[in-house]
């Protein structure tokens, strides 16, 4: 059922740069999780203001084929909603790929100073860059300047445990031109089993005029009410907890009450909508990163996520989900986190 509180939080204009969203609850940018088919299912269900494509490369964006692309793929129908996410090491780049996000049609674009997976950070991209705020200014001044959309900034508490450092970076991209920041609130290397220090975007959000979306352990409406109620960050970003559940936006925000088969239906259209957008092959492997985080909803879902997944193709998965669901598996109200860290 819609949480009634939440939703008045939620269900407000907010004005980033000259565009207007009217739901401040967004879908966070995740790799190899927010595909098409996920932002699809997502959509079928409604009750967002935006959602984020997992991280794009920033030096391959300005030649990708979209026809061909795992990544760099949309709907033309997702356009008006749909930010996309770059990573990159140099302000050249990054504008660039700014540029054709521009000319696809795109709400805005999101520039990664986040991500601190080690492939990532070896290449100077993602959280990297904040060992560089110099630097990280000058990337925002440089996409800032190529392109009109708005221009989003994520990044993270930095490297060492020092809430300032944040609150710097938050400045300087503000005055480097980023129009929202989305600030999740871990230092880097990421470990997702430390809760997230949420007091942290409290002082992100007071140290700027731009609005801020919170992102951290958002898992059942009563977080987002405290994380809104701790921080007045205008907004939340919603990661791992909306791959488990893609309906939870619709019913955050909207008259949404999921009914008893809803698990069963979901993973059954996600098998679908793979398939119209890849090969079986590639729809396979997306559904088994998309498993862990489904199964997190059951009580046993250690033991259904193995079932599940032993699968070759994607009539393997769909004859799993049939037996799986035959025996009614016990779902949990919060789900364990032990199997989406
Ligand atoms: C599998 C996975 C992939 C991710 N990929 C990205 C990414 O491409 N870009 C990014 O900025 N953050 C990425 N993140 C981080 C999320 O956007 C988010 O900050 C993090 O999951 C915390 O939010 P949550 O607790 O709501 O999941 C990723 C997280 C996960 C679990």
Same mark, same amino acid.
């Given at each position: 059922?819609?949480?009634?509180?939440?939703?008045?939080?939620?269900?407000?204009?907010?004005?980033?740069?000259?565009?207007?969203?009217?739901?401040?609850?967004?879908?966070?940018?995740?790799?190899?999780?927010?595909?098409?088919?996920?932002?699809?299912?997502? !959509?079928?269900?409604?009750?967002?203001?935006?959602?984020?494509?997992?991280?794009?490369?920033?030096?391959?964006?300005?030649?990708?084929?979209?026809?061909?692309?795992?990544?760099?793929?949309?709907?033309?129908?997702?356009?008006?909603?749909?930010?996309?996410?770059?990573? +990159?090491?140099?302000?050249? !780049?990054?504008?660039?790929?700014?540029? %054709?996000?521009?000319?696809?049609?795109?709400?805005?674009?999101?520039?990664? $100073? +986040?991500?601190?997976?080690?492939?990532?950070?070896?290449?100077?991209? +993602?959280?990297?860059?904040?060992?560089?705020?110099?630097?990280?200014?000058?990337?925002?001044?440089?996409?800032?300047?190529?392109?009109?959309?708005?221009?989003?900034?994520?990044?993270?508490?930095?490297?060492?445990?020092?809430?300032?450092?944040?609150?710097?970076?938050?400045?300087?991209?503000?005055?480097?031109?980023?129009?929202?920041?989305?600030?999740?609130?871990?230092?880097?290397?990421?470990?997702?089993?430390?809760?997230?220090?949420?007091?942290?975007?409290?002082?992100?959000?007071?140290?700027?005029?731009?609005?801020?979306?919170?992102?951290?352990?958002? $898992?059942?409406?009563?977080?987002?009410?405290?994380?809104?109620?701790?921080?007045?960050?205008?907004?939340?970003?919603?990661?791992?907890?909306?791959?488990?559940?893609?309906?939870?936006?619709?019913?955050?925000?909207?008259?949404?009450?999921?009914?008893?088969?809803?698990?069963?239906?979901?993973?059954?259209?996600?098998?679908?909508?793979?398939?119209?957008?890849?090969?079986?092959?590639?729809?396979?492997?997306?559904?088994?990163?998309? !498993?862990?985080?489904?199964?997190?909803?059951?009580?046993?879902?250690?033991?259904?996520?193995?079932?599940?997944? %032993?699968?070759?193709?994607?009539?393997?998965?769909?004859?799993?989900?049939?037996?799986? $669901?035959?025996?009614?598996?016990?779902?949990?109200?919060?789900?364990?986190?032990?199997?989406?860290?």
């Amino acid at each position: 059922m819609k949480n009634n509180k939440l939703s008045q939080y939620l269900l407000k204009d907010l004005t980033i740069k000259d565009k207007t969203i009217h739901n401040t609850i967004v879908l966070a940018p995740m790799a190899g999780l927010g595909h098409v088919a996920l932002r699809q299912l997502i !959509s079928e269900f409604g009750g967002f203001g935006l959602l984020f494509t997992g991280m794009c490369s920033a030096k391959a964006v300005p030649n990708e084929n979209p026809d061909i692309s795992q990544v760099f793929k949309w709907q033309e129908k997702e356009l008006k909603y749909l930010v996309c996410q770059i990573f +990159g090491p140099d302000p050249e !780049s990054m504008a660039k790929a700014a540029m %054709r996000i521009e000319k696809e049609g795109f709400f805005g674009v999101d520039l990664n $100073f +986040g991500c601190s997976v080690a492939a990532i950070c070896k290449k100077g991209c +993602g959280a990297a860059l904040l060992k560089s705020p110099d630097l990280s200014s000058k990337i925002v001044t440089a996409v800032r300047e190529s392109v009109s959309i708005p221009v989003f900034v994520k990044f993270r508490t930095g490297w060492d445990n020092n809430p300032w450092f944040a609150v710097d970076m938050a400045k300087r991209f503000e005055d480097a031109g980023a129009d929202a920041l989305t600030f999740h609130p871990r230092v880097a290397p990421d470990r997702r089993n430390r809760p997230p220090q949420w007091d942290i975007i409290k002082l992100v959000r007071q140290a700027v005029n731009i609005p801020v979306f919170g992102n951290g352990n958002l $898992f059942e409406a009563e977080d987002g009410v405290k994380m809104i109620e701790q921080t007045s960050c205008q907004g939340l970003s919603v990661g791992r907890m909306a791959v488990a559940r893609p309906w939870l936006f619709a019913q955050w925000t909207k008259e949404f009450s999921p009914g008893k088969d809803i698990f069963f239906t979901s993973a059954m259209r996600m098998t679908k909508i793979l398939l119209d957008h890849y090969n079986d092959r590639f729809a396979v492997k997306l559904f088994k990163k998309f !498993s862990p985080y489904f199964c997190a909803n059951f009580k046993f879902g250690h033991q259904i996520l193995k079932k599940l997944i %032993r699968a070759q193709t994607m009539d393997d998965i769909r004859n799993n989900l049939d037996s799986i $669901f035959e025996s009614n598996p016990k779902t949990l109200l919060r789900p364990n986190q032990n199997l989406f860290l």
